[in-house]
T-cell receptor, first 115, second 116 residues
Framework: GAGVSQSPSNKVTEKGKDVELRCDPISGHTALYWYRQRLGQGLEFLIYFQGNSAPDKSGLPSDRFSAERTGESVSTLTIQRTQQEDSAVYLC?????????????FGSGTQLSVL | AQKITQTQPGMFVQEKEAVTLDCTYDTSDPSYGLFWYKQPSSGEMIFLIYQGSYDQQNATEGRYSLNFQKARKSANLVISASQLGDSAMYFCAMREGNSGYSTLTFGKGTMLLVSP
């Protein structure tokens, strides 16, 4: 597609349920990033995929969070046993990696609300 | 220690005036890149400008320029001739290393409001 696509755009769930968030990166982009943005806050890094290398999971806040990516395509961020503090916008971004100034292209985000 | 610090939670400017948004960074890597993004109320993240650590000149993109002071580790964004549409959150970010093989670390952002 032309841009980074995220689905769903909005997700309302009950505390304790699992949720899956999907990201379709720009075709040909080998790098894929997940960030979390709480209301009125900055972007908090979660996880980074680069080609077939092991992902950088250093930003995942707890073992309830996990993410997968198949090759250079779609990624899924899973949050198990959701808590109210998980409520945030989850942003996905992709980029190629060839040059240091390669900017990130962001999706529109998934607004997650945990009741 | 925070890698990116934006000390101004909010800034106000009148239309057509210039405004400077502050950003300081912390890294021991001699190679790094600095980015500015704009996030309007719609939530999208819009890339504005990039400055590499070895770039000799300050980056400029239209009405945006980056006041890069390497010794002070600051990378302030200057917006000239502010427009109402510039009202948004502005984020400074850094990538360490000399390739694209690393993530961007973002600051907490500055909310800019442009008044008529």
């Amino acid at each position: 597609g032309a841009g980074v696509s995220q689905s769903p755009s909005n997700k309302v769930t009950e505390k304790g349920k699992d949720v899956e968030l999907r990201c379709d990166p720009i075709s040909g982009h080998t790098a894929l990033y997940w960030y979390r943005q709480r209301l009125g806050q900055g972007l908090e890094f979660l996880i980074y995929f680069q080609g077939n290398s092991a992902p950088d999971k250093s930003g995942l806040p707890s073992d309830r969070f996990s993410a997968e990516r198949t090759g250079e395509s779609v990624s899924t961020l899973t949050i198990q046993r959701t808590q109210q503090e998980d409520s945030a916008v989850y942003l996905c971004a992709s980029s190629s990696y060839r040059v240091p100034n390669e900017k990130l292209f962001f999706g529109s985000g998934t607004q997650l609300s945990v009741l | 220690a925070q890698k990116i610090t934006q000390t101004q939670p909010g800034m106000f400017v009148q239309e057509k005036e210039a405004v400077t948004l502050d950003c300081t960074y912390d890294t021991s890597d001699p190679s790094y890149g600095l980015f500015w993004y704009k996030q309007p109320s719609s939530g999208e993240m819009i890339f504005l400008i990039y400055q590499g650590s070895y770039d000799q000149q300050n980056a400029t993109e239209g009405r945006y320029s980056l006041n890069f002071q390497k010794a002070r580790k600051s990378a302030n964004l200057v917006i000239s001739a502010s427009q109402l549409g510039d009202s948004a959150m502005y984020f400074c970010a850094m990538r360490e290393g000399n390739s694209g093989y690393s993530t961007l670390t973002f600051g907490k952002g500055t909310m800019l409001l442009v008044s008529p």
